[in-house]
């Protein structure tokens, strides 16, 4: 369960402020994936971070008993000097992993994220997409209640694609995610439930598929 | 996942970032890691010669080379905490990706680092003077690692209070760039506080690091001593400069973490 009393969450621009969430209240259910739809800057991504604690709300307070990943996006906190492998050591360190643990994690990255070399190689070496798979193959390592997901998926090759939707399949049997996207055939995949966001409101809906009509909803509405 | 305790959490945090820093001194190339340990010798010999120079000779009722390496070792300590822990928030703004780490945690395993490398520093110098026979006697060893103890808390509560500011104000660190040239010569590094002539000994006495050197360089030879120091004006400066540091930072933690 997480439970969000009277949340308020602005941004200060010049034509006054901008409200992502207005006086929320609101309890999202536990053990179910939930999708996270809106449109752009409608602040799925800020309601994740506050979520993963790394933002907060103005107002209000968000509370859980669960445990949250860090918000899984393209590349997280690596070090440009740093190899691969210590940029791995370094997160498991800061979970309090013991040295036979980080030896099993730095094993399963390594064969996960299949940087070969690169592994070892500073990454500032890397691509962006040698980045994302050794930022998703960390995730997979590690045990959350919820993965919080913004549109990580999209990383890499078509075949390293489909590996990474599959193990995130797997994982999820244990986990729940949160997961932002922009892609309805993902959601529908991967997620049970819904949140559409807009103009400071949340809506909560039990099937994916009525968060997806709502979300067309408002997009014509737009047009 | 299995939930852990406070300090569980803070132990494994600055576990990970004192590793991380010392991994990046030691990555970024040969250079940087040999100026570490060598710049306090050039220090050193600089002013042996311009002592030389002016004097005729390195000759003092006490060994002056030792002095020297005293002094820098303390003010080298307080130069790198605090012009590292400056930019440390934002040059760390990417960990505050993972919740556990906050950004004191950062400034804190950097002085950590800073620590670590000032002692290998010092059991650097004492193992060159029993080699070659200076004279390293001290005359009261608590005291000189309460002088350290000090310095230590000084140079935290001015680097956090920078740090904050920081990130608020431009141009922080480019101040602090000039300050610690400016301060290189007015907190009795190379000279003690007694060798001046009294109006200048009065003005430098205000410097709160100068009382601070004169514990540390004081309690070292038996022929100096802290009769200069104003303990009590330490406290002051460093009480208050820890308590604005740590009231700044309460409240502006959240916007330190989502800047």
């Known amino acids: 369960m997480i439970e969000l009393k009277d949340v308020t969450k602005y941004f200060q621009t010049k034509n006054g402020k901008n409200y992502i969430l207005k006086d929320v209240t609101f309890s999202i259910p536990s053990d179910v994936n939930i999708g996270i739809l809106g449109r752009n800057g409608t602040g799925k991504s800020t309601l994740m971070r506050m979520l993963g604690q790394i933002e907060f709300p103005n107002n209000g307070k968000i509370t859980s008993n669960k445990s949250f990943s860090w918000p899984l996006g393209l590349s997280g906190g690596f070090v440009g000097n740093m190899t691969g492998k210590a940029n791995v050591k370094f997160v498991c360190r800061l979970y309090g992993k013991n040295s036979d643990e980080i030896k099993d994690i730095i094993q399963f990255v390594k064969e996960f994220s299949e940087l070969g070399n690169y592994f070892d190689m500073p990454i500032r070496t890397y691509s962006s997409g040698m980045k994302g798979r050794l930022s998703f193959g960390l995730s997979l390592a590690f045990d959350f209640d919820y993965m919080l997901i913004d549109e990580t998926l999209s990383v890499g090759d078509a075949r390293f694609k489909k590996k990474s939707k599959e193990a995130l399949l797997k994982k999820i049997e244990n986990c729940n995610i949160l997961l932002v996207s922009h892609d309805m055939n993902t959601l529908r995949e991967l997620c049970e439930s819904g949140i559409v966001v807009d103009k400071g409101k949340m809506y909560y809906f039990d099937k994916i598929e009525d968060a997806i009509i709502e979300y067309n909803e408002i997009n014509k509405k737009v047009k | ?259």
Not at chain 2, 119 to 129: H, N, R, S, T
Not at chain 2, 189 to 217: G, R, W
Not at chain 2, 223 to 244: A, E, N
Request: aromatic letters at 18%; proline letters at 2%; zero cysteines.
């Open chain 2, 1 to 259: 996942m299995v939930k852990r305790n406070s300090f569980k959490i803070f132990f494994a945090v600055q576990n990970a970032l004192f590793l991380r820093e010392l991994n990046m001194r030691f990555s970024s190339g040969r250079m940087g890691l040999f100026w570490t340990f060598f710049e306090p010798f050039f220090q050193i010999l600089i002013f042996v010669l311009i002592k030389v120079a002016l004097f005729g000779s390195a000759e003092s009722h006490f060994d002056f080379a030792v002095f020297l390496a005293l002094n820098f070792t303390a003010f080298n300590l307080f130069k790198n905490i605090v012009t590292k822990s400056i930019n440390s928030f934002k040059a760390n703004k990417a960990l505050f990706l993972y919740k556990q780490v906050k950004p004191i945690d950062t400034i804190l395993a950097r002085i950590i680092v800073e620590i670590f490398i000032t002692a290998i520093i010092i059991v650097m110098f004492l193992g060159i003077g029993v080699y070659f026979n200076f004279d390293i006697v001290i005359k009261d060893i608590s005291m000189v690692a309460f002088g350290f103890l000090v310095l230590i808390v000084f140079s935290f509560s001015l680097a956090l209070f920078l740090s904050i500011l920081n990130i608020f104000v431009d141009s922080v660190s480019k101040l602090i760039g000039f300050s610690m040239t400016a301060l290189m010569f007015g907190s009795a590094v190379f000279y003690a506080i007694d060798m001046l002539p009294l109006n200048v000994q009065k003005i430098l006495l205000y410097n709160p690091l100068t009382h601070i050197m004169e514990i540390i360089h004081g309690s070292y030879f038996s022929v100096l001593d802290d009769s200069y120091v104003d303990y009590t004006y330490i406290l002051v400066w460093t009480l208050s400069l820890l308590y604005i540091g740590l009231w700044s930072y309460v409240k502006l933690e959240k916007r330190i973490v989502s800047a």
